[in-house]
């Protein structure tokens, strides 16, 4: 079960079907990794949300493309939540010349393998978990984000 909450309204402004994008890449990474009964929350929000969370939570305070929160174990089978910053995930999508849908669905896709366990602190973490959203990405129809000519190669 994917819940969607849409609390910042220049999410579907800029794209109606913001939901539909974000369930459909959800979906696709659970069900990749065998975890399609499990529940997850997925925060379309805005930047200050995000730098707030970011603050409290990493001791970061400035805003961030995307954030994940996984759930210790329970019997619900909550993953975890993930939230993402329009503004931040707006202004990449631009400056990497990608539709915001396909960025949006990669956060997606990133934040959803991190509440699996999956993370980029080493090179080979890093490999592992690029491997399994390209996977992903190009199940749902869209190109490898870290090729060249497919915009930034930094890691979300």
Avoid at 73 to 85: F, I, Q, R, S, T
Wanted: glycine share 8%; net charge negative.
């Amino acid at each position: 079960m994917i819940d969607i909450e849409v609390e910042d309204p220049a999410w579907t402004a800029a794209q109606a079907d913001v939901e539909a994008l974000a369930l459909r890449a959800a979906e696709a990474v659970l069900l990749s990794e065998g975890a399609d009964g499990e529940h997850v929350t997925l925060l379309l929000t805005d930047d200050e949300a995000v730098r707030e969370l970011n603050a409290r939570f990493r001791r970061k305070d400035s805003a961030t493309n995307v954030l994940s929160f996984p759930a210790p174990p329970n019997p619900e089978k909550h993953l975890g939540d993930v939230a993402l910053a329009y503004g931040v995930c707006a202004r990449e999508a631009v400056e990497q010349g990608k539709p915001l849908s396909h960025h949006l669905q990669h956060l997606v896709a990133h934040g959803v393998l991190h509440l699996l366990g999956y993370d980029h602190m080493t090179d080979e973490e890093a490999e592992a978990m690029e491997g399994l959203e390209r996977v992903v990405l190009a199940g749902l129809g869209i190109p490898d984000p870290y090729a060249a000519g497919e915009g930034d190669h930094d890691r979300p």
